[in-house]
């Protein structure tokens, strides 16, 4: 079945570092990707998505290109700050699964000032 | 334009009782999807509605019930309440099935005691 596997945090960083975080799926047919950002109480927000392969979602400095030949979904952030503190979701979905949403288990991200 | 809106946003319940949680979608979505958060982990699907008919189950008991109503809206039902349906219940709303993507609500936190 499509599953997705994403790098396990926490992570800690300073504020103007970067950031990625690993996103490795198993799909069948051509999935489509996206990363969804979850602030401390609050619901799901998508923060990017592609569609199809070599696709590059960008929003709010974060980025994410959906690599077929690697099956990765990798996010970064080149300089992020103490309010991009908050648990990152790598998701996919696919017509094989009848486009439900599969899920990472997330990965906490906090900025230290 | 109002987003995914969903009632109550905290709901505290005894062991064995039912609990109905609602969910209104974004105006002209005519698919709503249900998800359980364990704290930690990664929305489980659970149920998928579309044009008041159910499109796809997730791996969730028959205690878990859901329906859709001719303006969309969305109730999710559990009875028999377990400790372990403790979570947060998110909803999500789509134009289709298809891949259009998913905006979800703020969730409705569930507390069994």
Redesign the interface.
């Known amino acids: 079945g499509n599953s997705v596997t994403q790098m396990e945090g926490p992570v800690t960083l300073s504020e103007e570092a970067f950031l990625t975080i690993n996103c490795t799926y198993t799909a069948t047919g051509y999935p489509s990707l996206f990363w969804y950002v979850q602030y401390p109480g609050e619901g799901l927000q998508l923060l990017l998505k592609a569609t199809k392969a070599d696709d590059k979602g960008s929003n709010k400095g974060f980025e994410a290109t959906y690599r077929k030949e690697t099956t990765s979904f990798h996010l970064e952030k080149g300089s992020v700050q103490v309010s991009d503190s908050a648990v990152y979701f790598c998701a996919l979905s696919a017509r094989s699964n009848d486009y439900k949403l599969s899920f990472g288990a997330g990965t906490t991200v906090t900025v230290r000032a | 334009d109002a987003g995914v809106t ?1 009632s109550p946003t905290h709901l505290i319940k005894t062991r064995g009782q039912q609990v109905t949680l609602r969910c209104s979608p974004i105006s002209g979505h005519k698919s709503v ?1 249900w ?1 359980q958060q364990v704290l ?6 659970i149920f ?1 509605y579309y044009e008041k008919e159910e ?2 189950r ?1 791996n969730f008991p028959d205690r878990f019930s859901a329906r859709q109503f001719p303006n969309y809206s969305s109730e999710l039902n559990v009875n028999a309440l377990l400790l372990g349906d403790s979570a ?1 219940y ?1 909803c ?1 709303s789509s134009l289709r ?3 259009y ?7 409705t936190r569930l507390t069994v005691v």
């Open positions: 969903q999807s998800y930690g982990q990664g929305p489980q699907f998928q499109r796809g997730g947060l998110l999500a099935t298809e891949n993507g998913y905006t979800f609500g703020s969730g």
